[in-house]
């Protein structure tokens, strides 16, 4: 350990909602914000303590931080904030949550503040936190008691004993999209949803489902005559499209976490209302819904907007020649024909972002901001449903 940080143990819990996701992701946000973790105990089932609710999940974890105490405080705060917890009502002293974080050590600190108290004053109470905590550290001292956690959970008077739960949790990064099935990146030519896709596919365990466009004889014809190759190139994106789709969601690579694509197939329609006769779109719009009826959707839908000039210089610099014809009018209708479709079809596992600004293809700190977006909003869409 670094000289110039600090040991700190934390005591979480959850009895909301899908209680192990909440749980990891929180791990997940601790490491990112208040530094590395070095283990993790068994997740403990144990009753609500103090009110009527649900079963807690509860589990102990320590990592290493150069924030101060209440800097680790107020960023705790700013997590279970982030996961959807919701304030106590007024007088109340315990209440359902979908999260709660609870610093119970920093270093061997004895800390006494009006909004601070460590090591935390109850801990040597309650076995829900004493057992999971001696699994990861069971020779710290408390500073006060003059005990080793061990100890404390021999002599504690708590007579209700955790149960252990079957799952655990994970320390990998790429846990921290769990809950995502199907993660679609959408956006215009040029808009840099392929890179994305096949970051995250590497980062986060995805399998990854690219369009495939290269070889479609009928894509360099379609940019030198469009009203002539219009209805061949659709119908062609659309049989390739539905046999790619249904192959990879047939067959989930084992070991994946979940599905990452670069399109959704509901592009197929944002493009033929562009390039299509009206009676031809009509046509492919019937052979679309026959073909996708039963599709299902991707339950997270990430839409990168880019402005016009912003993705002519990006489809310049990576020099296809059959792209050398797309022109800013075609590129505006496109971002026409997605708006009217993002607006026209909400859903709450949407994400627009904006990101004409950045470049997440060079710059990582780019690339962690979307990231990051990405798994906050999952967070957020992510529905209450009981796992007890």
Sequence with gaps: MN???????????????????????ALYQIGQEIGPIGAVSGLYQTPAYGFEGPDFLNCCLWADTSLGPVEVLE??????TTLARTPKAPGATYASRTIDIDLIFYG??????????????????????????????????????????????????????????????????????????????EGNIGSGKTSLASAIARDFNAALM???????????QFYEE???????????????????????????????????????????????????REEEYKLYRRFFQMMYA???????????????????????????????????????KINQSYHRFLTSTPTPGRLILDVSEIDFVHREEDYRWITQKIFDHVIRST???SSI
């Design 3 to 25: 000289p110039q940080t600090q040991r700190v143990y934390f005591s979480l819990g959850s009895n909301l909602g899908d209680r192990s996701i909440w749980l990891q992701r």
């Design 383 to 385: 529905p209450f449903q």
């Design 108 to 185: 061997d600190i004895v800390w006494q503040q009006p909004e601070l108290t460590i090591p935390h004053p109850r801990m040597h109470e309650r076995l829900f936190v004493l057992v999971p905590l001696a699994e990861i550290a069971p020779e710290v001292m408390h500073p006060k008691l003059k005990r080793s956690v061990a100890e404390l959970s021999h002599i504690c008077a708590d007579q209700i004993l955790p149960k252990k739960w079957g799952e655990r949790l994970h320390l990998e990064e790429r846990l921290a999209y769990t809950g995502i099935r199907h993660l679609a990146i």
């Design 294 to 332: 039963q599709a299902p959707a991707p339950d997270t839908y990430v839409f990168l907007h880019q402005n016009t000039d912003r993705l002519l210089s990006q489809i310049e610099e990576r020099g296809r020649t059959y792209e050398r014809g797309i022109g800013a009018e075609y590129l505006e």
């Design 75 to 80: 960023t705790t705060q700013k997590i279970q």
């Design 226 to 276: 469009p009203e002539v190759y219009a209805f061949a190139l659709e119908m062609s994106f659309l049989a390739e499209r539905y046999q790619q789709f249904n192959d990879q969601m047939a067959q989930k690579e084992l070991f994946k976490d979940f599905v990452v694509s670069d399109y959704d197939i509901h592009k197929s329609l944002i493009f033929a209302q562009i390039t299509l």
């Design 210 to 220: 690219l369009e495939q466009f290269a070889d479609n004889p009928f894509l360099p």
